[in-house]
Each structure stands twice: as structure tokens, then as C-alpha cells.
């Protein structure tokens, strides 16, 4: 089986996914930059907010109705917003073993900081602005009441997504030796094993600090864990496997455009831009929608357990990515 997922990446990575980028170069040089920015971006939205969601909210409730039957209930919100880390597992897997380079695993590190800032401010913005549009300004006023009287779980969910993000800049920091806002020039390829090493402990120490905080928030307030609304949640392994294709191909299809951007505007982006590359950036925020879905769709809810699953966009699946790249060092130390 494992042999098989790996042909299957070494198919995506050779023939699919450079072709695509050949394509799109070539459609680029034939119709000329204004169309050729014109077509990208309707595909880009059609993707982003349309294939996106959809199958996002297709495998995490698929995924909650699984945990729910094969676990107990308060396992749901992790697995949820485990779910939505897939994307990054798997362009990682994707360099890895279909690439054979490293870089894969600043994937789920960089999308560290998208997560936080999607989840506690963009995400509670477009939900209002949602709600102003539909004239439903109760819901607002029901939100803000529901944030006050909830400070202290939000404050939690932000001071551990803020804990993780530094453990994945330390990560970061380990492998690259430079910050991950800056463009470094040593080679993701043959790191020593002192490097993997540390970075890997690192990982999973964020990993188990996480952990043992949470297990004492779900011993002091176990109902923000078990009465999560799950009138959507389907235990479908057929449903969830759906989703999950669906929505890694979203992310792999929308990496390629920007690759292709990344070729073609770099000089332009890093002139105005403070990140690296513009494939950074973006790459990150393409990672990181599937958690905003899943966060504006629970702070719709307005109930404190919902509230939790939406903050855990950023919290739990920060420590989902810490986990993610500390199993793809994990491996590279391997071989």
C-alpha cells in the first residue's frame, strides 16, 4: 500500500504537475500578461472559494462522524481541524518522496502564522461583514456577547497558536538557519543529522506541550469537546476520502498557478513584499483555507463548544503542522 501511495505521488510530481506549469507558461507567452492574469485569477477564486470549502466541509464532517463512532465525542474537534492539515501533509509527502528534497516540510511550518491571523481576524471580519450583508446584525451583537463571555478560551487558543508558531520558527530557524521572512541560501538538501535531529526533538516537544495543556482545558471544561453541533456529521469513509482528494488537488492545482506566478513576478513581489517569494506567501495562504472554512463555520454557530472548534483552527492545527514536519525529519533522518 505504501509503495502504491508513493508510485502515485511519483506520477502527480513527474507528469502532472509539470505539465501544468509548462501550460500555463505557455498560455502566459501566447495570450499575453493582462489575459493570461484574468484567466489564473477566475481559476484561482473558482478554486479557493468554491472547490475549497466544499470539499472541506466534506471530510471534516465526514471525519468528526468517524472520530465520533470509532473514539468518543471529544476526540471530534481535533480530528476536524486535523483534517484540514492535510494539504500541507501532503505537498510535503509530494517533495519528499516524489521530489526527494526537504523543503516540503517548511510547508506545514510557514503556514503556522496564515492559521493565526486568518482564524483570529480575518476570519471573524468576513463572517461580519457575511452578517451585515444579510442584515442579521443580532448575530453580531450575539458574537461580541459570546467573545466576552468567552475571553479566557480565546486568550488560551491565541497564546498556544502564538507558542506553536515560535516552535515552528525555531524549526525553521534549525533547518534553514535564517528566519523564514528572509530568503536564505543554504540548501534544504543534506542537512547534517544533528540538524534533522533537533529540529525533529523540537517538533515534538511543541507537539507534547500542546497536548498536555489541552488535556487539562478538556479536564476543566470537557463540554467545550463533547457538545460541538454535529447535526452535519456523517461517519462516511467513502465521503471523507472524497473531500480529502478533492481538496489536496485544490491545494496542488493552486500551488502550481503560483508557482508559475512565483517564475514569472518574483523580482516585482519581493520588491514591494516582506516575505521571500511570493510561492511563500501565497502557498501558505492556499494552506491555510481549508482552517478558515472550518473557523468561519463554527463561530456562525455562536456556542461556546463551536467557539473552541473555530479558535482550534489556529491552535490545534499549528500543532498538527509542528507534527507533520517533525514526521517528514523524522524520516529524512531515516535514510
Same mark, same amino acid.
Given at each position: 500500500?505504501?509503495? !502504491? ?6 506520477? @502527480?510530481?513527474?507528469?502532472l504537475m509539470p505539465d501544468l506549469r509548462n501550460v500555463l507558461l505557455e498560455l502566459h507567452h501566447s495570450i499575453g500578461e493582462i489575459p493570461f492574469l484574468a484567466f489564473t485569477l477566475l481559476i484561482v477564486i473558482v478554486v479557493s472559494f468554491g472547490a475549497i470549502p466544499r470539499s472541506t466541509e466534506l471530510a471534516t464532517s465526514s471525519a468528526a462522524g468517524l472520530a465520533g463512532s470509532l473514539w468518543s465525542n471529544n476526540q471530534r474537534t481535533l480530528v476536524i481541524n486535523s483534517t484540514t492539515n492535510l494539504p500541507e501533509l501532503g505537498i510535503m509527502l509530494v517533495s519528499l518522496f516524489g521530489l526527494g528534497r526537504l ?10 502564522? $496564515? ?19 444579510? !442584515? ?13 463571555? %468567552? ?22 530557524? @534549525? ?11 543554504? #540548501? ?13 526533538? #523540537? ?10 495543556? %489541552? ?17 452535519? &456529521? ?17 491545494? *496542488? @492545482? ?8 512565483? %517564475?514569472?513576478?518574483?523580482?516585482? &513581489?519581493?520588491? *514591494? $513584499? ?7 506567501? #501565497?502557498? $501558505? ?8 472554512? #472550518?473557523?468561519?463555520?463554527? *463561530?456562525?454557530?455562536?456556542? $461556546? ?16 503542522? !509542528? ?7 523524522? *524520516?529524512?533522518?531515516?535514510?
Amino acid at each position: 500500500m505504501v509503495k !502504491l501511495f508513493i508510485s502515485i505521488l511519483n506520477i @502527480i510530481v513527474l507528469f502532472l504537475m509539470p505539465d501544468l506549469r509548462n501550460v500555463l507558461l505557455e498560455l502566459h507567452h501566447s495570450i499575453g500578461e493582462i489575459p493570461f492574469l484574468a484567466f489564473t485569477l477566475l481559476i484561482v477564486i473558482v478554486v479557493s472559494f468554491g472547490a475549497i470549502p466544499r470539499s472541506t466541509e466534506l471530510a471534516t464532517s465526514s471525519a468528526a462522524g468517524l472520530a465520533g463512532s470509532l473514539w468518543s465525542n471529544n476526540q471530534r474537534t481535533l480530528v476536524i481541524n486535523s483534517t484540514t492539515n492535510l494539504p500541507e501533509l501532503g505537498i510535503m509527502l509530494v517533495s519528499l518522496f516524489g521530489l526527494g528534497r526537504l523543503g516540503g516540510i517548511a510547508t506545514p511550518l510557514g503556514s503556522n502564522l $496564515s492559521n493565526i491571523y486568518l482564524i483570529f481576524l480575518v476570519s471573524p471580519i468576513a463572517l461580519i461583514c457575511k452578517w451585515i450583508l444579510k !442584515l442579521k446584525n443580532r448575530n453580531i451583537k450575539f458574537l461580541m456577547v459570546l467573545a466576552k463571555r %468567552e475571553k479566557k478560551l480565546i486568550y488560551w487558543h491565541m497564546m498556544m497558536s502564538l507558542l506553536m508558531f515560535g516552535f515552528a520558527s525555531s524549526v525553521y530557524w @534549525i533547518l534553514t538557519g535564517t528566519c523564514q521572512f528572509f530568503h536564505h541560501s543554504r #540548501v534544504s538538501q543534506g542537512l547534517d543529522q544533528t540538524s534533522l535531529f533537533t529540529a525533529t526533538t #523540537v517538533c515534538f516537544c511543541g507537539v507534547g506541550i500542546f497536548l498536555f495543556f %489541552e488535556s487539562k482545558l478538556k479536564y476543566s471544561r470537557p463540554e467545550l469537546y463533547e457538545d460541538i453541533a454535529d447535526a452535519t &456529521f456523517e461517519a462516511s469513509w467513502s465521503r471523507f476520502f472524497l473531500g480529502v482528494v478533492v481538496l489536496c488537488l485544490s491545494c *496542488y @492545482i493552486l500551488n502550481d498557478f503560483f508557482a508559475v506566478w512565483s %517564475e514569472l513576478y518574483q523580482a516585482k &513581489f519581493v520588491q *514591494y $513584499s516582506l516575505f521571500p517569494t511570493i510561492h511563500y506567501f #501565497v502557498g $501558505s495562504l492556499i494552506s491555510s483555507l481549508p482552517e478558515m472554512t #472550518v473557523a468561519v463555520g463554527n *463561530y456562525e454557530r455562536l456556542s $461556546s463548544p463551536d467557539l473552541n472548534t473555530a479558535l482550534g483552527s489556529a491552535s490545534q492545527s499549528c500543532m498538527t503542522n !509542528l507534527l507533520i514536519a517533525g514526521l517528514g525529519g523524522q *524520516y529524512q533522518s531515516c535514510i
